[in-house]
């Protein structure tokens, strides 16, 4: 049985994740002692999935970090940082496409792509020069403001399931677990606990209610509104960075792919521009 040593960091996705890859820019840097970056699949199954790697690889004592998207899990902090969350690393921004929709690198990917084409006449590029900086700014803040209502309502339910309440479920069993019996096993003593159990259970869910949906959504509602939200392009940080990339190609279907865009600007990227970004090559260096 192989033993797995180094730095692991585990992410979401595949290989060919954006997650991935942006990963290996941040890691680039560090040295010869790299850390093996562990593409993990979908978020719902990352403790699974580490659990399962870990005794499959043959280490009981790995030094790793569960890296992912914020999504909807948490809200960003005021102070520009990484966000832990259970036994992971959330970004800062909502997720990683939130990093690369920039309008400063978006019209250096459409303008050199415009100048290949004027080198080579064979290229496939049809999409002409850029707009400009300012044009396309126009164009991202235009999507966001069209998912306003959108993220709102996506931020109300998020409070609902963040509660733990919300998250309390109903168990089969009101011991530690499968192995562990309770005191009693008759009956109406077993009857008695499970009752107990759903009693808890109603109550708790008792607590998501369309009122309380209703009273977190007035209050996102108040602050997408605010002129510094727009301003200091806080949507960049607050709104799903897929929502807004999804709006953006819908709003006009002439402008570029942002899927493509994508794949160019990650080579690009200055990691260093992104304090949170930073902070996880400051953790990942310690790491034995």
């Known amino acids: 049985m192989s033993v797995v040593s180094g730095k692991i960091i585990f992410c979401e996705g595949k290989q060919t994740s954006l997650d991935f890859r942006l990963l290996n820019r941040v890691v680039e840097n560090l040295g010869t002692n790299k850390p093996t970056i562990v593409p993990s699949g979908s978020k719902f199954t990352f403790s699974s999935f580490v659990q399962g790697y870990f005794s499959r690889e043959g280490t009981t004592n790995q030094q790793a970090i569960i890296f992912r998207d914020r999504d909807f899990d948490a809200q960003p902090t005021t102070n520009i940082g990484l ?25 250096d990917y459409w303008h050199t792509k415009y100048l290949e084409k004027q080198e080579n006449p064979t290229s496939k590029w049809g999409h002409g020069d850029s707009p400009g900086i300012e044009a396309i700014a126009t164009w991202i803040e235009e999507a966001a403001r069209s998912l306003q209502d959108y993220q709102a309502v996506r931020w109300a339910l998020a409070d609902l399931l963040q509660s733990s309440a919300s998250r309390h479920q109903l168990k089969t069993t ?27 259970f109603q109550q708790a869910v008792g607590t998501v209610t369309p009122d309380r949906f209703k009273q977190s959504l007035a ?70």
């Open 83 to 107: 966000i832990p969350f259970q036994s992971m690393l959330l970004t800062h921004r909502a997720c990683v496409e939130n990093y690369l929709i920039n309008a400063d690198l978006i019209h």
């Open 174 to 200: 009101w011991t530690g677990g499968s192995g562990e019996l309770p005191p009693s096993l008759t009956l109406q003593d077993c009857q008695t606990e499970a009752e107990a159990l759903i009693n808890q």
């Open 219 to 288: 209050e996102y509602q108040q602050q997408f509104a605010q002129e510094e939200f727009w301003t200091q392009k806080q949507y960049l940080i607050w709104f799903h960075g897929k929502d807004i990339q999804k709006a953006m190609q819908q709003r006009d279907s002439r402008y570029i792919s942002l899927k493509t865009f994508f794949d160019w600007v990650l080579n690009q990227l200055d990691v260093n521009q992104y304090p949170d970004l930073i902070e996880l090559q400051n953790r990942i260096n310690p790491l034995q």
